[in-house]
T-cell receptor
């Protein structure tokens, strides 16, 4: 069964600290993996997208990694800011389709 | 990038009524997607809407309950029919980028509460 699991479900950190969010997937055949940020009351916004051959991708303070062998990805946030408070969603695409398999997300809260 | 305008942003509706959600894109796109996001849950694809053809529905979603229109390449509507409290959710419109960038763009969503 095609699934995307994220951990932790929620996370609270202090402003300025780093954190890492995890994503494990069983989707096959794999096309790409995306990380989205979803602010409360808004639609998801793309942070990074990685194909099978890519193992890291950065977008400012956000760095995503991908291990296609173990089917794991992580999103590392450096020097967190209050505005990083949001849900972070991992999404895996099935090759040759528009099928996006969404994880349930990690809800991040950054405190001052 | 694609800018998606979704209306209404929120609504409170009575059981048994219907609500039509509009999605306007600032560029022509082949495929538009409608998702549902229940509280604390991830996104679930309802259907894929291509211009000029019937929408393709995912398992668990039917046209009678969620009729979709796609009159042109920049606009689509999703109707939630004969609503019940279980339909309370956020409904999101989405498009894939053109120009090969393989990025998915979302509208801000419609927060629906059914009493």
């Amino acid at each position: 069964k095609n699934q995307v699991e994220q951990s932790p479900q929620s996370l609270i950190i202090l402003e300025g600290k780093n954190c890492t969010l995890q994503c494990n997937y069983t989707v096959s055949p794999f096309s790409n993996l995306r990380w989205y940020k979803q602010d409360t009351g808004r639609g998801p916004v793309s942070l990074t997208i990685m194909t099978f051959s890519e193992n890291t991708k950065s977008n400012g303070r956000y760095t995503a990694t991908l291990d296609a062998d173990t089917k794991q990805s992580s999103l590392h946030i450096t020097a967190s800011q209050l505005s990083d408070s949001a849900s972070y969603i991992c999404v895996v695409t099935i090759i040759g389709t528009y099928k996006y398999i969404f994880g349930t997300g990690t809800r991040l809260k950054v405190l001052a | 990038s694609a800018v998606i305008s979704q209306k209404p942003s929120r609504d409170i509706c009575q059981r048994g009524t219907s609500l039509t959600i509009q999605c306007q894109v600032d560029s022509q796109v082949t495929m538009m997607f409608w998702y549902r996001q229940q509280p604390g849950q991830s996104l679930t694809l309802i259907a894929t809407a291509n211009q000029g053809s019937e929408a393709t529905y995912e398992s668990g979603f039917v046209i009678d309950k969620f009729p979709i229109s796609r009159p042109n390449l920049t606009f689509s509507t999703l109707t939630v029919s004969n609503m019940s409290p279980e339909d309370s959710s956020i409904y999101l419109c989405s498009v894939d980028s053109t120009r090969g960038k393989n990025i998915q763009y979302f509208g801000a969503g419609t927060r629906l509460s059914v009493l």
